[in-house]
Nanobody, 123 residues
Framework: QVQLVESGGGLVQAGDSLRLSCAVS????????MGWFRRAPGKEREFVAA????????SYADSLKGRFTISRDNAKLTLALQMNSLKPEDTAVYYC????????????????WGQGTQVTVSS
């Protein structure tokens, strides 16, 4: 049974940092590209960041470059998202996703999803 379990969300103030984690089990982690998506209230789910199977190539939503950093540890089967200088508009449920495609660029490329973790940024 494949499981992706996010953690690390919470309520923070604008300008703060948070680090999200995703613990993965039930699949060969290094065979999957991984990514983060988010869904803000009343909005569609959107791409945040992705990382290739061995962590050598990363990609980000243009609006988030420089503030967010995605990383993975294939030995520990974990994915992380470091979020700095958080803004109220970053408020959303953040989802971890796994894709058997070489590149993960959209939600439709994802094979597995976590349940999400809430991030709320107050002004």
């Amino acid at each position: 049974q494949v499981q992706l379990v996010e953690s690390g969300g919470g309520l923070v103030q604008a300008g703060d940092s948070l680090r999200l984690s995703c613990a993965v089990s039930g699949l060969t982690f290094s065979n999957y590209a991984m990514g983060w998506f988010r869904r803000a209230p009343g909005k569609e789910r959107e791409f945040v960041a992705a990382i290739r199977r061995f962590g050598d190539i990363t990609s980000y939503a243009d609006s988030l470059k420089g503030r967010f950093t995605i990383s993975r540890d294939n030995a520990k089967l974990t994915l992380a998202l470091q979020m700095n200088s958080l803004k109220p508009e970053d408020t959303a449920v953040y989802y971890c996703a796994a894709s058997s495609y070489l590149k993960l660029t959209s939600a439709r490329d994802s094979d597995y999803w976590g349940q999400g973790t809430q991030v709320t940024v107050s002004s």
